[in-house]
């Protein structure tokens, strides 16, 4: 950097190639998303294989009797991230699950859950 020398070089990069993201290999587990209770998580998986692309995933509510509602989204291994929703009155509501973008819904989304 500004003609010095950089210790240990030269480096070896690896470069790999980006998968662009594809939402139409992308599901869910269980599916259908399961109802639950008011102020209980209601869990599910989004799996997205490695030709899905980098994503990222998107949880995002639609509609439904109250907003906001508490949404949790990590990732929990390879390929997998977590999902916890938490409603806080009875109803039915829509969840929308995205992957690469906000217009790009996985196939099922948006998805619609009753609570109790």
Same mark, same amino acid.
């Given at each position: 950097?500004?003609?010095?020398?950089?210790?240990?070089?030269?480096?070896?990069?690896?470069?790999?190639?980006?998968?662009?993201?594809? =939402?139409?290999?992308?599901?869910?587990?269980?599916?259908?998303?399961?109802?639950?209770?008011?102020?209980?998580?209601?869990?599910?998986?989004?799996?997205?294989?490695?030709? =899905?692309?980098?994503?990222?995933?998107?949880?995002?509510?639609?509609?439904?009797?109250?907003?906001?509602?508490?949404?949790?989204?990590?990732?929990?291994?390879?390929?997998?991230?977590?999902?916890?929703?938490?409603?806080?009155?009875?109803?039915?509501?829509?969840?929308?699950?995205?992957?690469?973008?906000?217009? =790009?819904?996985?196939?099922?989304?948006?998805?619609?859950?009753?609570?109790?």
């Amino acid at each position: 950097i500004n003609a010095e020398y950089m210790g240990d070089s030269p480096y070896q990069v690896d470069v790999v190639e980006s998968i662009p993201s594809d =939402a139409s290999k992308v599901t869910i587990e269980p599916n259908p998303i399961a109802g639950g209770s008011i102020d209980k998580p209601v869990t599910f998986h989004i799996i997205s294989p490695s030709s =899905a692309g980098t994503g990222p995933a998107l949880v995002s509510h639609l509609s439904g009797p109250v907003d906001p509602v508490k949404i949790e989204c990590s990732p929990s291994s390879s390929g997998k991230y977590l999902v916890n929703v938490t409603y806080p009155k009875p109803g039915t509501y829509k969840l929308s699950v995205n992957w690469g973008g906000k217009d =790009a819904p996985i196939p099922g989304s948006p998805f619609e859950i009753k609570i109790d």
